[in-house]
């Protein structure tokens, strides 16, 4: 009997040392890949680099060229060379300060310090003189809207009194061609025919040594801000730049909301306090300064006062690891053209090339 268990106990013994191997094999053969990190890097274009000047103000992308605006005019790259346009040599720039740039409906849509004009690839005609352009846009050469600091004037003409007393910050027509407004102290305009609609979040003033609530315009209206930087369609929604943070929105029911850590004001025994409110998600900073998106709006493009933001469906990519050392201060502007990112900065602009592959994958799958 001893020695029949001895012979079990070995034939046991071999056989689960036969089953450990089978699993560790089949356990490492069908082991799913772990895709490790994307990591970019960047080049940066400087007066050393062929750019003509640094600061840039704006940017846009007009086909396979990439439009920066600056102070000292409009240039265009087409990959090898920087085309200047100034006053010197370009009779529909009323200034050489570009305030802001647009690509809407295959026009390039120009905003200057005097005067606002659009590019068709071939020739640069003006659309306002009389003064500096906070934004312009169209959807055709016969249909244009120039944010003015009294309200916006729509193919010439002067809109109603109530957006005129606010001084326009950005303007967008949405791929229904309907023109929003947005305004430096009186949120969103929708504008139907002659009349427009107003769109405010909940706001607070100090008067003395009181703090007052400011409802939201309409009730349901859930911007964080009501100076708004910037606006662009985005997956059907609109994405809102705002002071205050961003918001993914219709306008209607849908309002999704993205701040990060900020300072609020509140009334607590009889005093006016300040303290830190925790944001909600990893957006850089609360100040958005450029929105844009990819071709078919994989990723959103989001630059702050406190660097790059890139939303890709509802996570927030780690830019610090994803482009190491790219900058978090000094960015203005953004802009997306074929595969690459383009972003403006106080001292010159960066490219980070193919970054399409960080949403490429998702497509095979």
């Not at 690509?103 to 306002?128: E, M, P, R």
């Not at 009194?161 to 430096?184: C, H, P, Q």
Request: aromatic share 10%; glycine share 12%.
């Amino acid at each position: 009997m001893k020695g029949l268990n001895k012979v079990r106990s070995k034939s046991l013994a071999i056989a689960m040392l036969f089953v450990s191997g089978l699993l560790l094999f089949t356990g490492c053969v069908g082991k799913k890949k772990e895709n490790k990190p994307k990591i970019f890097s960047y080049e940066l274009y400087n007066h050393a680099k062929g750019l003509p000047y640094e600061h840039i103000t704006s940017l846009a992308a007009f086909g396979d060229k990439i439009c920066a605006g600056s102070k000292k005019g409009l240039f265009i790259y087409d990959g090898v060379n920087w085309e200047i346009n100034n006053k010197s040599n370009n009779n529909s720039l009323g200034s050489d300060e570009i305030v802001s740039l647009q690509t809407k409906s295959n026009y390039l849509w120009i905003a200057t310090d005097n005067g606002a004009c659009y590019y068709d690839g071939n020739t640069f005609q003006s659309v306002f003189t009389t003064g500096r352009a906070r934004a312009v846009s169209g959807t055709g050469n016969n249909n244009h809207a120039v944010g003015t600091a009294y309200g916006v004037i729509i193919n010439g003409n002067n809109t109603g009194s109530e957006v005129a007393s606010n001084e326009i910050s950005t303007l967008m027509y949405d791929t229904k061609g309907v023109l929003w407004a947005g305004t430096r102290t009186g949120g969103v305009y929708q504008f139907n025919g002659s009349s427009a609609r107003n769109f405010r979040g909940k706001a607070k003033s100090i008067q003395g040594s009181a703090l007052i609530d400011i409802p939201a315009i309409p009730e349901s209206c859930k911007l964080p801000g009501n100076l708004i930087k910037v606006m662009i369609p985005y997956n059907g929604y609109i994405a809102v730049g705002t002071t205050g943070g961003l918001c993914i929105t219709d306008f209607n029911s849908v309002y999704k909301v993205y701040t990060a850590l900020h300072d609020d004001y509140f009334q607590k025994n009889g005093k006016i306090v300040k303290e830190e409110v925790a944001g909600n998600c990893k957006i850089p900073g609360n100040k958005i300064l450029a929105l844009a998106s990819t071709s078919k709006d994989e990723l959103l493009f989001v630059v702050t006062d406190q660097g790059l933001g890139i939303l890709k469906g509802e996570e927030w990519i780690d830019v610090e690891k994803t482009i190491p050392g790219l900058p978090n201060t000094g960015l203005t502007s953004v802009a997306w053209c074929k595969n690459d990112l383009w972003i403006g900065m106080e001292d010159g602009i960066i490219k980070v090339a193919n970054l399409s592959s960080l949403y490429a994958d998702d497509e095979t799958k």
